[in-house]
């Protein structure tokens, strides 16, 4: 991938309703790894029940970061970053206190570039490719 960085993903999404969606986002997600090249781990759904929206959101924001880390621990990797921050609809300052939570707990650095400004383009890829 650029900058060098070799890549593994985990798909990991505790905010998905319905098998069928997420059966969807999982081809999707397999079919752009093996078009890039890179590997996934896929974990299953995870249904979370909390109070209200922005418990929610804080939830699986953590849950997800927290299981990279625990995933990147597991398999000797030497940093980490999340998809989380290439879409401007989440609340990045979250997603980067979380990181960082998570980067002091496990000692592996947490990657936290701002990646939102490709995020129109890769909607466009995404459309391109006839992926969810």
């Known amino acids: 991938m650029e900058k060098g960085i070799d890549v593994d993903g985990l798909y990991y999404n505790p905010n998905i309703h ?3 969606e997420f059966k969807k986002i999982a081809d999707s997600v397999k079919k ?3 078009i890039q090249g890179f590997n996934v781990f896929y974990y299953p759904d995870l249904k979370v029940d909390v109070d209200s929206l922005e418990a929610f959101d804080l939830t699986r924001y ?3 970061i927290k299981r990279t880390f625990e995933l990147a621990r597991e398999l000797g ?3 980490i970053t999340t998809s989380l921050l290439s879409n401007p609809n989440m609340d990045h300052d979250k997603v980067l206190d979380i990181g960082h939570k998570y ?3 496990f000692d592996i650095p947490f990657y936290d570039e701002d990646f939102r400004e490709g ?3 890769s909607c466009e890829i995404i459309k391109k490719l006839g992926l969810y």
Request: glycine share 0%.
């Open 18 to 20: 319905t098998d069928e």
């Open 62 to 64: 953590d849950l997800r």
């Open 32 to 34: 752009f790894s093996e």
């Open 119 to 121: 995020f129109l383009e």
């Open 103 to 105: 980067e002091k707990m």
């Open 77 to 79: 990797y030497d940093a």
